[in-house]
Every structure is written in C-alpha cells, then in structure tokens.
C-alpha cells in the first residue's frame, strides 16, 4: 500500500513540474505572438495608413503606436510598448494657434487628468482609455489637416 502511495506522490510531483514547465512555455510563446502581432499592425498602419482591427470576438487588444517609426533593434524588443504623450508642436511667434487643435488639447489633458484619478483610485478605466484614443485621434487628423 505504502508502494502505490509513493509511486502516486512521484508521479504528482513530476505532473507538478511538467506544469509549471508548460505554464512558462505558454506565458513566452503569448507573449512573442503579441509582440508579433503589435508590429504587424505597426508595419500595417505605416504602409496603409489605417489601423488594422483585431477579430470581434478580441476585445483588448491595444497598443499605441510610436511617435517616430523606430529602428529595427528598438521595435523588437518593446512593440507593445504605450506610446509618450501627444506633445503639442511648439507654435512659431509669428503663427496663429489653430483653435480646433487647442480644444483638443484641452480636452485631452482633462481626459488624462481623469483617467490618472481613475487608476489611482482604483476604478474601471477602459471608457476612458478610449475617450483619450479617441481625442487623440482627432488631434492626429485635426493637426494633419493644418
């Protein structure tokens, strides 16, 4: 009796590591395919110029693309990685600030603004991660149409 409960204790704990062995191999392999997918979409939006849309029944998958096309060492190791802040171009003395571009910024600073007391306070924050992509959007299009 003592045999068959050892045997099945050997067995459990080698059923254990194989586990933890293929737990690490799914982990790095989900990762490598994101990472993989994140710069497909980059090169996608860079050659065609429209962002490519995840399958419906994917949900949150999101990304932000770089300010500046970065250079092949750098985009593959951090293509997942949250672009910087939309920094506002500093205006010539001489040029007027385009109104359309200054509500935007404005709005896109109290968007963040919440978003920032959202996460500190520990709510749902997805409807205002969108709100922010979404104004930065417009000011990406309002600043193209300049």
């Known amino acids: 009796m003592s045999n068959v409960i050892s045997e099945y204790q050997r067995w459990k704990q080698q059923g254990e590591s194989l586990r933890t062995q293929a ?3 799914i982990e790095t392999r989900f990762k490598e395919l994101l990472n993989e997918a994140a ?3 980059e090169e996608y939006r860079a050659d ?5 849309k995840p399958p419906s029944n994917i949900t949150a998958f999101r990304y932000k693309t770089g ?3 970065k250079g092949k060492k750098a985009a593959g190791k951090a293509a997942v990685k949250p672009e910087a802040a939309v920094v506002a171009s500093v205006p ?3 040029a007027k600030p385009d109104k359309k571009v200054a509500a935007l910024l404005k709005r896109l600073d ?3 603004k919440k978003l920032d007391a959202a996460k500190a306070a520990g709510q749902a924050t997805r ?3 969108d709100k922010v992509y979404e104004i930065e959007d417009e000011l990406q299009l309002a600043r193209q149409s300049q």
């Open 23 to 25: 737990k690490g191999a």
């Open 92 to 94: 010539d003395a001489s």
């Open 48 to 52: 065609f110029g429209a962002a490519l």
């Open 110 to 112: 109290g968007a963040k």
């Open 127 to 129: 409807n205002l991660e």
């Open 67 to 69: 300010a500046k096309p």
């Open 39 to 41: 710069q497909l979409a």
